[in-house]
């Protein structure tokens, strides 16, 4: 059977779920052999940085550490000056990347943004700006009392470079519903990266799992995802990211192993063939369990981040990133070609 005969077979989701019946080896093996035809031996990363301007919501999701709340007292918002401060200190580290999100605060509007993000093109014009989540997006359409369309347009012309695949969570409306009530919609989640696909944009596309959702759940949002990039074609990445459980108020019963974490990183490969790359993040993995990932589907697995303040306010060891060399070095040793990018893949160094 070709690739899309058997992929074909999968799109009906009860056949997809069948997938996770498979031993981890079968399920690697399908998975490695697909990613294997598209980048051979190569495993991708890329010199970035994270900066969260704020972690002032007025959403409330039970899985999210990093917003100012009960458990997490130290709210703060950073000023134009020190958001900037801080892109110019990644430039000096050798970020090529700032990945741009933080949290739903009314205090920070569109037109706050959208100058942080023309100044940064004006001073770094060589920075690629991956930024705002469809959830932000959504978030700033409702509070500058204008369309998605709109703040994706002015998203483009005043600098943004890409759009982080956040905010997608669980697209299941009963699980929203109980872990995120309140934040975009999944319809409108796609629409907005649809939206973007259409100026020609590109994006990423993340998973929230191992936390309440099920199975199925998972089958379903990668199903509706591979629908998505059949209309749309702008998806670069897509991101299973593994749910850190500290700080938080989600009640959880029991945690994925990491076989489930590998077949589940597995049947993504599979199911979403048409999405390039499917990235290990080493943030939520951790990173021998990225690394294991990529003889399971996986090809990247993010980058130097520098600083990240999401998932480790949630229990994850990643608030200072990890060093480039660091991160060639392992990537060797699990028997892989480490490749820089850039933000849209294009190869920079092959070590
Ligand atoms: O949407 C929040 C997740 C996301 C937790 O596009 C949590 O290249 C785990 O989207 N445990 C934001 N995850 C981060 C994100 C991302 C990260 C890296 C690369 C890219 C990319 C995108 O973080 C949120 C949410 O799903 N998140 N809390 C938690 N407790």
Redesign the pocket.
Known sequence: MSKNEILKSFLVPKEALKLYDLDIFTLGKMAGAIREEYFGKKTFFNSNRHLNPTNECSDICK????SAHRKNPNSYTLSKKEALDQVQMAVNNGALEI?I?GAHNPKLDLEWYLELFRTIKEKYPQIHI?AL?GAEVNFLSKISNKSYQEVLELMVENGVDSM??????IFDEGIREKICKGKVDSIRWLEIHGYWHSLGKKS?A?M?FGHIESREHRIDHLLRLYHQQEKSQGFN?F?P????KEN?FLKVKSFPSGQEILKTIAISRILLPNIPHI?A?W??LGLNLALVAQEFGADDI?GTIQKEA??SA?GSKSANGILRDELISQIKDSGFIPVERDSLYNEIKIY
Not at 63 to 66: D, G, N
Not at 164 to 169: I, T, V
Not at 241 to 244: F, M, N, R
């Open positions: 899985f999210c550490a990093f990945h999100v991956k989540t982080p695949g956040g905010g997608a969570e990423n993340t929230l990445a991101i990211l593994v749910y850190q938080n990235k993040y943030a939520t993010d999401i998932q949630a």
